[in-house]
């Protein structure tokens, strides 16, 4: 089922996510409807808070890019960042400040603890792309949004996109959950 995103200054978008416990069939249709409503988007990553619910869990799927045909879409709970090396500088849109981009910087690569669709554990290291997607989602889980990460003077220059978006003016090709407190205070 594709859930409507929320979108920048909803309330659900600024918690700090729960972590789950374990997966039953609830989360598991869950990540179903993350994968269909990402898709629909074609988003490249999203994390629960996104479609209302916040818990630590984010889904990546990066294969529709060029160059990374051959990646394996992935589910990621509990995520938690054991070290970080390197630092570059991305351009980040987001499904849920639809419309807007700008440059932010990031650890370019990040040794990752979590568990997976089957809330197996892993830890690996990420680089490139993934990386990059990985710590846009989890910066979700903890109520952090990209924008909140760009430099003060490139933030002041796409305010008055973000205030559309606040104000419910904006549209996208994706259901927006419309029913979100609009104008509510951050
Ligand atoms: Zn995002």
Redesign the pocket.
Known sequence: MIIPINTYSDPVLALKAKPLRGIDPSVEELIGNMFESMRNASGI?L?AP?IGSSIRLLVIDISCMDSYKDAKPMVVINPRILAVKGRNVMEEG???VPGVMGDVSRPSAINLHYRDEHFEEHTAEFTGMIARVLQ??ID?LDGT??VDRMEKRDRRSIQKELDAITDGLVRAEYPLARDAVVGAKR
Request: proline share 0%; net charge negative; hydrophobic share 35%.
């Open positions: 990553g994390a996104q987001c499904l849920s846009h989602e979700h949004l990209f």
